[in-house]
């Protein structure tokens, strides 16, 4: 019954992977079962605000890449401004520019935080088997790959962020469209974007103050951009984008282009 019941858990777990994250989606049941033993395995429950590692210490590597299961955001923060260069979900991957092989060798940076925002599950995958399949598999290697393309291209977008807040939180939202779209993760069926972002987090990967972020978030949502809150999200931190091509107006905006800025 042990046995039965280990099977079915690694089962489950691979069906996971293979429907719901970017990096092994559409992938062969029975060719994946040969390069994830459930045995070498591991589950981590990551807690909310609590570092995972700092990536980019001198001569420091992981051992491991980290595969977001459920619920949660992952963050980095830079140093010592504090202001977060990465934001990845459920679906996605982490830990990859630390890796020392393939991309991650010339991947280096100074010491920046990755941290769990929110409490989540990542499956850690030993750095011998993410090598072999990234060997074995051109799907693999075109895939993990494009992981990088998007971390440089997520920065790419955070350096538009101008003084200007409007355009700051557009730039910030551009970035997660842009990135989750890629990753399959996004949009709905309803054609939205929706995003666990709490305030806090859009204030540090904009560099504003967090009472200036809830009036953009409440302009963006009296101009029709942003849907309001429901009541089924007590926390407040989901952001819905129902015009992903109205922010794009936005995120190219100066001054006297949004009519609504300051709110009135």
Known sequence: MAKTAKQQQKNSLLKQLIEGNYLFRGLDETWLTDYLPLDLLKIEKLFSNRPVYTAFLPKQYLDVLYVILDEGL???????????IAINYPGSCFGMRSLPFSYGLASRAFPCLVEAYKTTHALKIPLETVQKMY????????????????????????????????????????????????????????????????????????????????????????VGL???????????????????????????????????????
């Open 74 to 84: 992952v963050i980095t923060r830079s140093t010592p401004l504090d202001r977060i």
């Open 135 to 222: 060997e074995d598999s051109e799907i693999f290697r075109d895939r993990y790959r494009m992981l990088f393309e998007l971390g440089e291209k997520f920065q790419y977008h955070l350096l538009n962020c101008s003084t200007y807040p409007p355009q700051a939180v557009a730039s910030l939202l551009r970035a997660l469209i842009y990135q989750e779209r890629e990753l399959g993760n996004q949009p709905d069926a309803s054609g939205a974007y929706v995003f666990d972002l709490p305030v806090d987090v859009i204030a540090r990967a904009c560099q504003l103050n967090q009472r200036t972020v809830e009036q953009v978030l409440k302009g963006m949502q009296q």
């Open 226 to 264: 942003l849907e309001s809150p429901k009541a089924s999200d007590p926390s407040g931190d989901i952001v819905r984008v129902v015009s992903p091509e109205g922010l794009k107006e936005v995120y190219s905006a100066t001054r006297d282009k949004v009519s609504w800025w300051p709110l009135k």
